[in-house]
């Protein structure tokens, strides 16, 4: 590689990690975790005002991490980074081929992530203009998508509904399918992964998460998507003692499958 490349990305790396990323541990997340492509990224993000520190690392998952971003107003947002080396490009390809919106053939993992953030984005916006109760989406760039934090003043994340299970369970539940309904039959789309650990407890208000792999309705894997998550969330609720089946969500959502 030219050497001069590889300075530039030595100096960025340096730059991020001791100017704008804060603690220790966050260095370390960004040293495991953040290749240089990353990196220049984050700080082309940063050069155009999106955001300004990384401090503290909310979720290490599979494929993703998510991290408190602050903006130089100070308010904070959230950064959920894609690893290209640990996601599953497999799984991307069977949600994203036969959507309409999205036309990869690329087997170029880059592109594929770029094209899968770019759908959670997609999805995300489309949701949020529907009235569906999702984090707002800000930015996509590459492997990084910038999103509205959901947490409160003093930069504490909520916890999704499996860790803080709501103090009401059938009035969380009642207000998650007025969600499912603006999700499905206002916005026509289908969650795909839906479950308590998608569902953030905001306040004990359901926030909904995570939709990369989401689909247009006339996906071709739409129906056994929606299936799934209809029998999550009867299963899931049904533990918490919520009186439901999953032929009491289809009638509520109207649906004839
Ligand atoms: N906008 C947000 N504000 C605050 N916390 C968030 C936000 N989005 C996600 N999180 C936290 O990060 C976690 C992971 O987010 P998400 O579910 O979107 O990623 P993921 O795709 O499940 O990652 P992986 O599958 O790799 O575990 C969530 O469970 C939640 O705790
Ligand atoms: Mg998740």
Do not use: C
């Not at 050069?47 to 971003?69: F, H, P, R």
């Not at 409160?152 to 860790?163: C, F, H, L, S, V």
Request: glycine letters at 4%; a neutral charge; aromatic letters at 8%.
């Amino acid at each position: 590689m030219d050497s001069k490349i590889n300075k530039a990305d030595a100096e960025l790396q340096k730059l991020i990690s001791e100017k704008r990323i804060k603690d220790d541990d966050d260095k370390k997340v960004a040293s495991e975790v953040f290749d240089d492509k990353t990196l220049k990224t984050l700080y082309k993000l940063a050069n155009q005002n999106y955001l300004d520190i990384l401090n503290g690392a909310i979720s290490t998952g599979k494929e993703a991490n998510v991290l408190k971003g602050i903006k130089d107003d100070g308010s904070i947002i959230a950064v959920k980074i894609y690893r290209i080396t640990t996601s599953d490009f497999k799984k991307m390809h069977y949600y994203i081929d036969g959507d309409p919106r999205f036309n990869v053939k690329s087997t170029n993992k880059r592109q594929l992530i770029k094209a899968w953030v770019n759908k959670e984005y997609r999805n995300l916006n489309r949701l949020y203009e529907n009235g569906v109760n999702v984090p707002k989406p800000i930015v996509a760039l590459d492997n990084v998508l910038l999103l509205e934090f959901i947490g409160n003043d003093q930069g504490e994340p909520a916890k999704t509904a499996r860790y803080d299970p709501p103090e009401d369970p059938t009035d969380f539940y009642e207000r998650l399918l007025l969600e499912m309904d603006r999700f499905i039959n206002k916005s026509n789309l289908i969650h795909g992964d839906l479950s308590t650990f998608n569902i953030m407890n905001f306040n004990q208000n359901p926030v909904i998460i995570d939709v990369s792999q989401s689909v247009v309705r006339d996906h071709p894997i739409a129906k056994e998507l929606l299936l799934r998550d209809i029998k999550n969330i009867s299963t899931e609720f049904n533990k918490l003692g919520v009186q439901t089946s999953e032929s009491k969500i289809k009638d509520y959502l109207n649906l004839k499958i």
